[in-house]
Nanobody, 127 residues
Framework: QVQLVESGGGSVQAGGSLRLSCENS????????MGWFRQAPGQGREGVAA????????YYADSVKGRFTISQDNDKNTVYLQMNNLKPEDTAMYYC????????????????????WGQGTQVTVSS
């Protein structure tokens, strides 16, 4: 029903920008809770941003507020993560995930609540 493919990762200098894309190439007619997570070596999986594709305010981790923006294009079945003013500590594998709508607003960054995951895209920020 849902198949997620991430793209847009790469290597940038500190202060630079990247835009990650997450396309749902599967088949669904319902609105979803879409989240971006990241995991650095030796660390746990961390929620970064999430949005309900049916509308409403997105949710961000404190560490990325003011720098990252999550957005959607429902016509393209795609969610984006615009990352500005990148820092070395942003270096991680970034994963896109999808959950039932209720997860947005109740369990924003609960990894166990997300049913579908992409394969990840690497982001590396050098200083």
């Amino acid at each position: 029903q849902v198949q997620l493919v991430e793209s847009g990762g790469g290597s940038v200098q500190a202060g630079g920008s990247l835009r990650l894309s997450c396309e749902n190439s599967g088949h669904t007619y319902s609105r979803l809770c879409m989240g971006w997570f990241r995991q650095a070596p030796g660390q746990g999986r961390e929620g970064v941003a999430a949005i309900y594709t049916g509308g409403g305010s997105p949710y961000y981790a404190d560490s990325v507020k003011g720098r990252f923006t999550i957005s959607q294009d429902n016509d393209k079945n795609t969610v984006y993560l615009q990352m500005n003013n990148l820092k070395p500590e942003d270096t991680a594998m970034y994963y896109c995930a999808a959950a039932w709508s209720w997860v947005c607003g109740a369990a924003w960054f609960d990894s166990n609540s997300y049913n579908y995951w992409g394969q990840g895209t690497q982001v590396t920020v050098s200083s």
